[in-house]
């Protein structure tokens, strides 16, 4: 039993520096478990045929009313050339 605040602090103060030390050794021992760098990955581009590419365009055509389909095939198309440069980068 400590017999003044002097001999609590002392304790107190010990036992402080030992958790920081404890503390400074566990998180040092996680950095070192760092993962190793990402693969990229890109998705595959399923070509389309110039048939297929025909027939969409003349339903785009045959349709002036259409409003979301031309904005989906040109999302599309932005994708598709996203993917084409993912896969140069490899």
């Not at 993962?35 to 349709?63: G, M, Y």
């Not at 409003?67 to 989906?72: G, K, M, R, W, Y």
């Given at each position: 039993?400590?017999?003044?605040?002097?001999?609590?602090?002392?304790?107190?103060?010990?036992?402080?520096?030992?958790?920081i030390v404890?503390?400074?050794?566990?998180?040092?021992?996680l950095?070192?478990?760092?993962?190793?760098?990402?693969?990229?990955?890109c998705?595959?581009?399923?070509?389309?045929?110039?048939?297929?590419?025909?027939?969409?365009?003349?339903?785009?055509?045959?349709?002036p009313?259409?409003?979301?389909?031309?904005?989906?095939?040109?999302?599309?198309?932005?994708?598709?050339?996203?993917?084409?440069?993912?896969?140069?980068?490899?």
């Amino acid at each position: 039993m400590p017999k003044n605040i002097g001999e609590i602090s002392d304790k107190v103060r010990k036992s402080l520096f030992i958790g920081i030390v404890f503390g400074g050794i566990f998180t040092l021992s996680l950095a070192a478990c760092s993962s190793p760098p990402l693969k990229i990955v890109c998705p595959e581009v399923v070509p389309w045929t110039a048939e297929f590419q025909h027939q969409i365009a003349d339903e785009i055509r045959a349709n002036p009313n259409l409003v979301a389909l031309p904005e989906i095939a040109r999302q599309d198309v932005t994708l598709r050339d996203q993917v084409r440069a993912c896969q140069k980068e490899k």
